[in-house]
């Protein structure tokens, strides 16, 4: 959810025309998801300071927080969305429109759709009660261009009465060539395409039908029109310098492989990020994958794809599937405080100032952190062994070890090796504690959920979960409370290393992990 | 003839609406509703009914036999 470039990897930013490689902006961008991958040309690594480097001033400003891009900056600025959008022009075969989209938002729960008019109300209550709500979405419940007057209307009052805050939407593409200079010219930082193919037998199997110019296409047709259409958007946007972001459900048996060949398609094209979501499928969503049974992809096999494809370009792996509505930092979901009813009757001054010291504060915090980081890595300087694992963090944000193990609605992981933390995912475990502390089928549940990781890092745990995780053979980690998680994940790695080399531990491989189907629950 | 929308299927999605060529749809009671003096079954404008080709629910758009089938005038 920006540049254009070129197959040589050269992007073009912005309107000001500078030329700047790609590769500076994934050096920052890598740098903000904790950590990139090392070698390859094209790749970011490890090292860079937080800060605008040598990206030009308009890029930077686009990407620094922007939480839909960076796990980093999803820990200190939270984005809203605004269901203006109910109309769709393509049907999915994992998207049941009587439950909203399944994959794009939590089934089961009717949106509450907004007139353009109250949608901007409601940026502005949360703008003013959230000063990190940096980023404003416009992602359906349908496609924002199907409903284009509605789109652009809400853009327009944003951009009147709070143009400090970034426009991005998310989009299936069928209509995007038809909108990019509209795009361009409400000033919209960021566009997500979803693409799930570029082969168009492919496409049949995910897509019945796509409503195109007075007229529905089924089968291979409607396919090669959806993927003509996805990638000519793709291209019109990166040439103006839009960033361009893009989302993939992988389908197992039906799209997984392909997904590689999806990825250099899009990168080709100057996408400047790649974003692969399990597939959200069960019977109950009344979705056809639901019905007939496919499944999601495991927690290995979506890691798997996500590192197969990161040698091509930068993958994100925070997307928590939220909801077309969602408000808030990270895994929360603040939308209830903010219903029609409650947002007429705030009332709403809009600080600008204030919420720009807020956030010079919160910039001051993001570099202290990536320092510490830097600082304990240093201290892993010549340490020399192959193992890799993964470890789970419970984090309320702000790139701290700061969540209740009983609390945590999801848990992030982070790959640790020698070369440091690389943050790779994150699972949802929906309140495990919700019914009473110490419930049996809750705590399996989130067992299952981090089943491949050695540790997990908590602010606080009890004694009861501790000692059936320590007996699912995963360390329930609590000394780094309300330290910084990268900083902390390293110290503790480095007492690993020292446990195996002194024949203390020895180092085994963990299994799978279950990714939970259907979308985030609000706390009750 | 005119269309009708079958109120217990519809999701409120409201793209018939927008493409609905004789503005005969309109939002009622939370879902939407075809107003059957206004619907041509899109005859002279479309091949196909463009509400039915739209609507994500299957048989949700569907023939009102109520209704004598429209005729084009002249």
């Not at chain 1, 979705?287 to 994100?316: H, I, S, W, Y």
């Not at chain 1, 997307?319 to 929360?332: F, K, S």
């Amino acid at each position: 959810m920006h540049a254009s470039t070129t197959q040589d990897g050269v992007s073009q930013g912005g309107t000001g025309g500078h030329l700047v490689t790609i590769d500076a902006v994934m050096q920052q961008v890598a740098e903000h998801k904790g950590c990139g991958t090392q070698g390859g040309s094209g790749k970011a690594s490890c090292g860079s300071a937080a800060g605008q480097g040598d990206l030009p001033t308009e890029i930077w400003e686009k990407v620094k927080n922007h939480p839909c891009y960076s796990e980093e900056a999803h820990h200190h600025y939270a984005r809203m969305h605004v269901a203006v959008a109910p109309a769709c022009n393509i049907q999915c075969n994992y998207c049941n429109r009587k439950y909203d989209c399944a994959n794009e938002s939590r089934p089961g729960v009717v949106s509450e759709r907004l007139a353009p008019e109250q949608a901007a109300r409601k940026v502005l209550a949360v703008a003013s009660t959230i000063p990190q709500m940096t980023v404003l979405g416009i992602a359906g419940p349908g496609d924002p261009l199907a409903n284009p007057a509605k789109t652009f209307k809400t853009f327009e009052l944003i951009s009147q009465t709070a143009p400090d805050i970034k426009l991005c939407l998310s989009t299936n593409g069928l209509a995007l060539p038809d909108h990019v200079d509209t795009i361009a010219r409400y000033n919209v930082d960021h566009v997500t395409i979803t693409i799930n193919m570029v082969d168009p037998e492919i496409g049949a199997k995910i897509y019945p039908w796509v409503y195109w110019n007075h007229k529905r296409y089924t089968g291979v047709e409607a396919a090669r029109l959806l993927t003509e259409r996805q990638l000519r958007g793709l291209e019109m946007l990166t040439e103006r310098g839009i960033l361009c972001k893009v989302n993939s459900v992988m389908i197992p048996g039906v799209n997984d492989r392909h997904l590689v060949e999806v990825n250099r398609a899009v990168k080709s094209r100057g996408a400047f990020l790649h974003n692969i979501m399990p597939l959200i499928s069960a019977p109950e969503h009344g979705t056809v994958f639901g019905l007939t049974g496919q499944r999601g992809p495991t927690a290995q096999e979506l890691k798997a794809l996500q590192d197969d494809c990161e040698g091509e370009m930068n993958m994100m792996r925070h997307c928590r599937q939220c909801r077309a509505d969602a408000v808030g930092l990270l895994g929360e979901d603040r939308s209830a405080e903010f219903t029609t009813e409650k947002i007429m009757e705030m009332e709403v001054d809009y600080d600008l100032e204030g919420r720009q010291a807020y956030q010079a504060r919160v910039e001051e915090e993001r570099v202290a952190k990536v320092a510490a980081k830097q600082e304990e890595l240093a201290t892993l300087a010549g340490a020399r062994s192959d193992i890799t694992l993964l470890v789970a963090v419970a984090t309320k944000g702000s790139g701290l070890i700061n969540e209740h193990f009983g609390h945590a609605k999801e848990f992030q992981v982070y790959e640790l090796s020698t070369a440091g933390a690389k943050f790779v995912g994150h699972r949802r475990v929906d309140l495990y504690c919700q019914g009473g502390f110490g419930d049996e089928d809750g705590l399996q549940t989130v067992i299952r959920a981090i089943n491949d990781c050695h540790a997990v890092f908590v602010a606080k745990i009890g004694g009861c979960p501790k000692a059936d995780l320590l007996g699912a053979g995963i360390e329930p980690v609590d000394q780094y409370a309300h330290e910084f998680i990268e900083k902390s994940a390293i110290a503790w790695f480095k007492g690993y290393l020292g446990k195996v080399a002194a024949g203390e531990l020895v180092h085994t491989p963990r299994g799978d992990a279950a990714i939970r189907q259907g979308a985030l629950i609000v706390a009750a | 003839m005119t269309y009708k929308i079958v109120a217990s299927q519809c999701t409120s999605c409201s793209a018939c609406e927008a493409e609905c060529p004789n503005v005969a749809i309109s939002e009622k009671g939370g879902t939407f509703v075809i107003n059957p003096k206004k619907c041509t079954e899109c005859i002279g404008y479309f091949d196909v009914p463009q509400c039915v080709a739209v609507c994500p629910v299957d048989n949700t758009c569907v023939i009102d036999t109520a209704y004598p089938r429209y005729q084009v005038a002249g």
